[in-house]
């Protein structure tokens, strides 16, 4: 199943915004990647301009950014709650994390590659179709290609075209509004859901920093004045469309990593807000649970809750706002945020809401197929081949996705590019081997896998058969390189079918192949 739960999450169960920043390359000297040296030509700044542009992008949005434990520590920064000497012993001093790229570092051979990779290609573990592709970050040279235009099946892996095209067509301060408005009758408030599934009820949500229905509530109140609200009617007419996606196995819907996808509901579709993260129950119609949720905080029965469309402007006598006023409205966290979110945690229904920002972003329908064209329509407008990506949903559980492996280190590269800083938020979650994320437990015990803890920053995908991994390497010789596997015909289970694709990952850190 596609979205297992990471490791490393705040109290809200969604990691911090932090660790990305960290995977981005420091200095020989051990100082904060924030000031690299000048490097001798443009293309150069490739690899050591991440950082900054990631952090000029956060800025931009007024994002701020926090990081857990030791990670200030590997940034060089000053950490206010360290513990006195009177406290708790300090932490001992971490490994690097993805340390020491060196954008002079020798480029490696492509038959050093081949060497390296072949054998582990072709193992039984990964089954008879696994597509590969690795690059060099800097230049953009192909070290390794096999299979690596031919449509696979991406699972999660998804999520990285998704993060792409919404950077794009949004831009990554883009926030997701959820608005109430005045209906028709004395007291009708319009709930109008604009596609935002971190909205919260209240303080206690599943998303950390997310918009709220009390704080919306308390908007509607005040512009009502003295009318008192009597009815809650539920506008997600935004989307259209089938409410799971085409592609998607029997089980998801209520297997607690997918769920209906409305343009209005809380916490994700989760009963629980307090849910561990992965897996957890959903509710099964989410737009009229969060209209229930926000009629109790006006006082309204839910029994006078129901679905339906927000009026027009109108004018009204008295003093009674006119149909169609805008009560109050409430934001979602910018679009760096969710995107990083989405990507660390592989949130499928964050995922498909995303995508349905990039068909509103380019006057399509939001639904499925709507969201799918936009985002062909996007990549295509980037410069890379659309040919080589069909997509039928933005989350990856549908089975139908097709993507190539050359597209994603295509995608990976772009995003790394200077020319495109609107794009550096992909970076955000993107976990790390054996530190954080769906990549957390990994790179640790099984054998050939050591390389690759700390130096390989990755999505990951899964579903029954299909197994993919694609993202960023440090090599032995401080190379940035990107990759992608995808095996879509695996014979086994995950417990043989991960170490192998992170033997391929280790085998690109462990060697300078030159």
């Known amino acids: 199943?596609?979205?297992?739960?990471?490791t490393g999450h705040d109290r809200n169960g969604v990691p911090p915004l932090g660790p990305p920043i960290s995977a981005l390359p420091s200095t020989a000297g051990g100082e904060p990647p924030l000031t690299p040296p000048p490097p001798?030509?443009?293309?150069?700044?490739?690899?050591?301009?991440?950082?900054?542009?990631?952090?000029?992008?956060?800025a931009g949005v007024g994002v701020v950014v926090t990081r857990p434990g030791p990670v200030a520590g590997w940034l060089g920064e000053d950490d206010a709650s360290a513990p006195t000497a009177a406290g708790p012993s300090a932490e001992p001093d971490p490994s690097d994390v993805l340390n020491g790229p060196d954008p002079n570092a020798p480029l490696p051979a492509a038959d050093a590659v081949r060497a390296a990779l072949d054998p582990l290609v072709g193992v039984p573990a990964l089954g008879d179709r696994v597509n590969v592709s690795v690059a060099d970050v800097t230049t953009g040279q192909t070290l390794y290609a096999k299979g690596a235009d031919d449509g696979t099946v991406p699972a999660s892996v998804t999520k990285l075209a998704t993060a792409v095209t919404v950077l794009a067509a949004r831009g990554p301060g883009f926030r997701i509004p959820t608005r109430a408005v005045a209906g028709t009758k004395p007291g009708e408030v319009v709930i109008i859901g604009g596609g935002d599934p971190t909205l919260a009820v209240n303080k206690k949500g599943y998303y950390p920093d997310a918009a709220?229905?009390?704080?919306?509530?308390?908007?509607?109140?005040?512009?009502?004045?003295?009318?008192?609200?009597?009815?809650?009617?539920?506008?997600?007419?935004?989307?259209?469309?089938?409410?799971?996606?085409?592609?998607?196995?029997?089980?998801?819907?209520?297997?607690?990593?997918?769920?209906?996808?409305?343009?209005?509901?809380?916490?994700?579709?989760?009963?629980?807000?307090?849910a561990e993260p992965?897996?957890?129950?959903?509710?099964?119609?989410?737009?009229?649970?969060?209209?229930?949720?926000?009629?109790?905080?006006?006082?309204?029965?839910?029994?006078?809750?129901?679905?339906?469309?927000?009026?027009?402007?109108?004018?009204?006598?008295?003093?009674?706002?006119?149909?169609?006023?805008?009560?109050?409205?409430?934001?979602?966290?910018?679009?760096?945020?969710?995107?990083?979110?989405?990507?660390?945690?592989?949130?499928?229904?964050?995922?498909?809401?995303?995508?349905?920002?990039?068909?509103?972003?380019?006057?399509?329908?939001?639904?499925?197929?709507?969201?799918?064209?936009?985002?062909?329509?996007?990549?295509?407008?980037?410069?890379?081949?659309?040919?080589?990506?069909?997509?039928?949903?933005?989350s990856g559980l549908s089975r139908r996705n097709r993507i190539s492996p050359s597209l994603l280190t295509d995608l990976i590269r772009l995003a790394a590019s200077p020319d495109h800083p609107e794009l550096a938020g992909v970076f955000g979650g993107l976990p790390v081997g054996g530190w954080s994320g769906t990549l957390g437990e990994?790179?640790?015990?099984?054998?050939?896998?050591?390389?690759?803890?700390?130096?390989?920053?990755?999505?990951?995908?899964?579903?029954?058969?299909?197994?993919?991994?694609a993202g960023l390497v440090t090599?032995?010789?401080?190379?940035?390189?990107?990759?992608?596997?995808?095996?879509?015909?695996?014979?086994?289970?995950?417990?043989?079918?991960?170490?192998?694709?992170?033997r391929i990952a280790s085998a690109l850190a462990g060697c300078g192949c030159r």
């Open 278 to 394: 992965g897996g957890a129950e959903r509710v099964a119609e989410p737009d009229l649970a969060a209209g229930r949720s926000f009629a109790r905080l006006l006082g309204v029965p839910t029994s006078a809750v129901k679905r339906g469309t927000a009026p027009a402007l109108a004018t009204a006598a008295g003093g009674t706002p006119p149909a169609g006023t805008e009560l109050g409205v409430v934001q979602s966290p910018p679009l760096i945020r969710l995107v990083d979110i989405m990507i660390s945690e592989s949130d499928n229904l964050l995922a498909e809401a995303l995508a349905r920002q990039v068909a509103l972003a380019r006057n399509q329908k939001a639904s499925f197929d709507g969201a799918a064209a936009a985002m062909d329509a996007e990549v295509a407008a980037l410069g890379l081949p659309a040919e080589e990506i069909t997509l039928s949903d933005g």
């Open 475 to 502: 090599t032995a010789d401080g190379r940035l390189l990107t990759f992608a596997v995808l095996t879509d015909r695996v014979p086994g289970g995950t417990d043989t079918a991960q170490p192998a694709l992170d």
């Open 40 to 58: 001798p030509r443009r293309r150069g700044r490739l690899v050591t301009v991440l950082a900054v542009v990631v952090l000029l992008v956060l």
């Open 442 to 469: 990994r790179y640790r015990g099984a054998p050939g896998t050591a390389a690759g803890a700390g130096a390989v920053r990755a999505k990951t995908g899964t579903l029954t058969g299909v197994h993919a991994i």
């Open 1 to 6: 199943m596609s979205g297992a739960g990471p």
């Open 212 to 274: 709220r229905l009390d704080d919306l509530a308390a908007q509607v109140r005040t512009a009502l004045g003295g009318t008192a609200p009597t009815s809650v009617t539920v506008d997600g007419t935004v989307y259209s469309g089938p409410l799971y996606g085409p592609g998607w196995d029997d089980d998801i819907p209520t297997g607690g990593y997918g769920g209906a996808v409305t343009a209005l509901m809380t916490d994700g579709a989760r009963k629980d807000p307090g």
